[in-house]
C-alpha cells in the first residue's frame, strides 16, 4: 500500500468512525466495522484505484460490515433492517468534521481516567494503533489494550455528547498528548514527535470548529509557539535549555501562526490559562536572546496565570521569572512557598529549578546538590543527563 493511501485512511478513520457512531451509537461496534472498511480499501485501493468518495465508500463498507453482524443476532433483526434502508451518507466535508469533533469529545468522557482518554482519542480520533501508543507511553501492548478496551466498555451504548461542557477536559487531553511528546515524560528520547503533531493537528481541527473560542486558539498557538523550539532543544541527545538553543533555528512559520493567533485573540478577553501560557511562549519566542525577554511582562502574566488558575507549575516558572526581575533570592523566596505542596513534592523539576535558582545566587556547592536529586527523581534519561552535566561543573 502507498504511503499516500495510507495517509489517506488515517485521515478518513476518525471521520467514518464519527459517522458511524452518530448514527448507530455502540462504539466498539463501529470501530470494528470500520477497522474491517480500512482492511478492505488498504487490499482494493491500490489494485481498483481511490474511490470518488473515499469517506463515502468506507461508511457504506463499514455500515455493510456492522449490518452483517447485526443480522447474526436475530434480536435485533428488525433494527438491522431499518439501518439497511438508510441512504449512503453525502461527503459534506463539514459534517464529517463535526462528528469527528463529537468523538472526540466522545473520547473525553467523564467516567474515564485521563490516561484512558488519551489512549481512546489517540486510538479513534488519532488513528493510531495500539502498538504505537503502548511505544509511545512506554507500556506492554497488552496493557495498553486492555487499558482502551476497559475504556470502550465504559462508554459502550453512549451516544454523542449534545453540548460542549466536555471541551475543558477535550483541551486537557490534548494538551497532555502534546506535553508528552514536546517532553517524554520518560525512557530514552526527550520527545515523541509523533504525538506533538497528532495534538497540533487535532487542536487545528477543534479550531476549525470552533474559530470564536479562545481558549481553544490559546491551546492551538501554546503548541505552536512551544513546538517552534522543538529541533534545537537536544544536542547528540541531551537537554539544550531554552537559555542556551540556537533562536535562529526556530520554526518561524509555526511562530508567526502562533503569534498571530494570540495577537487577534486577545484582544477579545478576558484571557484564559492556555491563550496566557501563549502569550509568554510568543514573548519568549519573539526575543531576540533570553537577556533581551521582556521578563518584566513574563512575570505580569504568571501573577495573571496564578491567580485565576492556580498550579504549582505555574508557581515554579514564575518563581523563575521573578529571579529574572528581582533577583535569584525573590524566585528561591517563591520556590520555598512549594515545599509544603504535596502536588509537586518530590517532583524533579522543584529541584531543577531551585538548582538554577542557586547558581544564579552564586551558591553552586548546594546548586550541585539540588540537580544531583533532581537527576535522581527524573524518569526521562535526557534529563537525567543534562542535570549531571550541570552537577559536574
Not at 495517509?7 to 471521520?15: F, I
Not at 467523564?110 to 495500539?130: H, I, M
Not at 510568543?282 to 501573577?303: F, G, M, Q, R
Amino acid at each position: 500500500m502507498s504511503g499516500e493511501i495510507e495517509d489517506l485512511l488515517r485521515s478518513l478513520a476518525p471521520q467514518v468512525l464519527g459517522t458511524l457512531v452518530h448514527r448507530h451509537g455502540q462504539f466498539e461496534a463501529c470501530e470494528d466495522a470500520v477497522q474491517e472498511a480500512l482492511l478492505a480499501a488498504s487490499v482494493q485501493w491500490p489494485e481498483q484505484g481511490v474511490p470518488m468518495r473515499p469517506a463515502g465508500w468506507l461508511v457504506t463498507v463499514a455500515g455493510r460490515r456492522l449490518t452483517d453482524h447485526w443480522r447474526s443476532e436475530a434480536a435485533r433483526r428488525e433494527r438491522e433492517l431499518a439501518v439497511a434502508m438508510e441512504p449512503p451518507p453525502d461527503d459534506d466535508p463539514s459534517r464529517h468534521v463535526d462528528d469527528t469533533l463529537r468523538l472526540l469529545f466522545l473520547c473525553c468522557h467523564p467516567k474515564l481516567s485521563a490516561p484512558s482518554q488519551v489512549a481512546l482519542t489517540l486510538r479513534a480520533v488519532g488513528g493510531l494503533t495500539t502498538a504505537q501508543i503502548a511505544r509511545a507511553f512506554l507500556v506492554p501492548e497488552s496493557t495498553m489494550a486492555q487499558r482502551i478496551s476497559r475504556a470502550k466498555q465504559t462508554i459502550k451504548g453512549t451516544g454523542f455528547p449534545d453540548d460542549s461542557e466536555r471541551l475543558p477536559a477535550v483541551l486537557q487531553v490534548l494538551y497532555l498528548i502534546f506535553n508528552e511528546g514536546y517532553t517524554a515524560s520518560s525512557g530514552p528520547d526527550l520527545q515523541r514527535v509523533e504525538l506533538a503533531a497528532e495534538a497540533i493537528r487535532l487542536a487545528r481541527e477543534v479550531h476549525r470548529q470552533l474559530p470564536d473560542d479562545g481558549e481553544v486558539a490559546g491551546l492551538l498557538a501554546l503548541m505552536l509557539l512551544t513546538d517552534a523550539r522543538r529541533e534545537t532543544r537536544s544536542v547528540d541527545g541531551v537537554l539544550v535549555p531554552l537559555a542556551e538553543q540556537d533562536r535562529s533555528r526556530w520554526d518561524r512559520e509555526q511562530i508567526e501562526e502562533g503569534v498571530a493567533l494570540v495577537s487577534a485573540t486577545l484582544p477579545r478577553g478576558p484571557a484564559g490559562p492556555y491563550l496566557l501560557q501563549a502569550t509568554i511562549a510568543a514573548i519568549h519566542d519573539e526575543a531576540p536572546s533570553t537577556e533581551e525577554t521582556d521578563w518584566a511582562e513574563v512575570l505580569v502574566l504568571y501573577k495573571i496565570l496564578d491567580r485565576t488558575a492556580p498550579n504549582p507549575m505555574v508557581t515554579l516558572n514564575r518563581a523563575i521569572a521573578t529571579a529574572m526581575v528581582h533577583g535569584p533570592a525573590a524566585g528561591l523566596a517563591l520556590l520555598a512557598t512549594l515545599d509544603a505542596d504535596k502536588r509537586v513534592a518530590g517532583h524533579y523539576r522543584l529541584d531543577a529549578v531551585r538548582g538554577h535558582l542557586l547558581d544564579l545566587a552564586g551558591e553552586h556547592d548546594q546548586a550541585r546538590e539540588h540537580y544531583r536529586r533532581a537527576a535522581r527523581l527524573t524518569l526521562s534519561l535526557p534529563e537525567r543527563e543534562y542535570l549531571l552535566r550541570r552537577a559536574s561543573r
